[in-house]
């Protein structure tokens, strides 16, 4: 974005984002990059690409932020709520807990009966390993009987 807000105002393309105003949102709960490092990490590496250089320069650039503390995704406040809410944020924090961890495996999808499944159907999956995951794929691209998605 940087680069091609350089190049879109040249008279001000010796600033960052070319002079224009910029307003970034992120969660640093993430996951980062695939092959790379967050624009925020300091380590220094051999995979270090010219492009994530430039995005820590970037990210150094920054003059102010401003913290979300408001969840809005996982609303409610019976007890059922309140708790998968507090295992989410444990887990992103590698915090969690074995009351947390017996939350979450109510969903593991190998102990779902089949009509769990069946209900599961268009839900975001999580899967262990690559394999996992083309065998999941491939077996919805067979199912939904379409040459193309």
Not at 87 to 108: I, K, P, V
Not at 113 to 139: G, M, Y
Request: glycine share 6%.
């Amino acid at each position: 974005m940087d680069c091609c807000l350089r190049q879109a105002h040249p008279h001000n393309s010796d600033e960052i984002f070319g002079g224009i105003p910029t307003i970034f949102f992120g969660d640093f709960g993430q996951l980062p990059p695939v092959g790379d490092s967050p624009m925020y990490s300091d380590k220094s590496s051999a995979y270090c690409t010219a492009l994530h250089e430039e995005g820590h320069h970037v990210f150094e650039s920054f003059k102010q932020s401003v913290t979300l503390n408001t969840i809005y995704r996982q609303t409610g406040q019976s007890a059922e709520q309140v708790a998968f809410r507090e295992a989410l944020l444990r887990l992103r924090t590698y915090s969690t807990t074995s009351e947390d961890f017996e939350l979450f495996s109510g969903c593991f999808w190998d102990y779902l009966t089949p009509e769990q499944k069946i209900e599961c159907d268009d839900v975001l999956h999580l899967l262990p390993t690559r394999a996992s995951v083309l065998e999941f794929n491939c077996q919805r691209l067979v199912a939904s009987a379409t040459p193309v998605l």
